[in-house]
């Protein structure tokens, strides 16, 4: 199954993501560290992913290395539990908008990366 979301320019959420957390208080450099984690993206690779406007799709199967400890992170996004969507793509969107979410909610960075 193909959402529409797939084909929306990183950037785009990216954007989102960042109004988001910088609405509570926290900053881009605390948001690119999530992501870089999350992705395995240099802070080099991630800047050339939002300016070459990436798609979604293309963003999280390019990336170089998805951290193994994602598989740690459960919970409950947009009112369905990250850990038990079955479509591989919509649970990495799913883990990703998870960290943001921790992030914006004050989290200490130690336990959103699972450290």
């Given at each position: ?9 990183f ?9 988001k957390?910088k609405r509570?208080?926290?900053t ?6 999530v992501?870089r ?6 802070q080099e690779?991630?800047?050339a992913?939002?300016?070459n ?18 598989l ?6 947009c009112?369905?539990r990250?850990?038990?969507v079955?479509?591989?793509?919509m ?6 908008d998870?960290?943001?979410?921790e992030?914006?909610k004050?989290?200490?960075?130690g336990?959103?990366?699972?450290s």
């Amino acid at each position: 199954m193909s959402h529409r979301v797939y084909k929306m320019s990183f950037a785009g959420l990216y954007r989102a993501y960042l109004n988001k957390v910088k609405r509570k208080g926290r900053t881009k450099e605390e948001l690119d560290e999530v992501i870089r984690w999350f992705t395995g993206h240099t802070q080099e690779s991630l800047d050339a992913e939002l300016v070459n406007e990436t798609i979604i799709e293309e963003f999280v199967a390019g990336a170089p290395a998805l951290n193994p400890n994602r598989l740690l992170i459960t919970g409950v996004v947009c009112g369905v539990r990250v850990e038990e969507v079955e479509e591989e793509l919509m649970r990495e969107l799913r883990y990703m908008d998870k960290l943001v979410d921790e992030l914006a909610k004050g989290r200490v960075i130690g336990k959103i990366l699972r450290s």
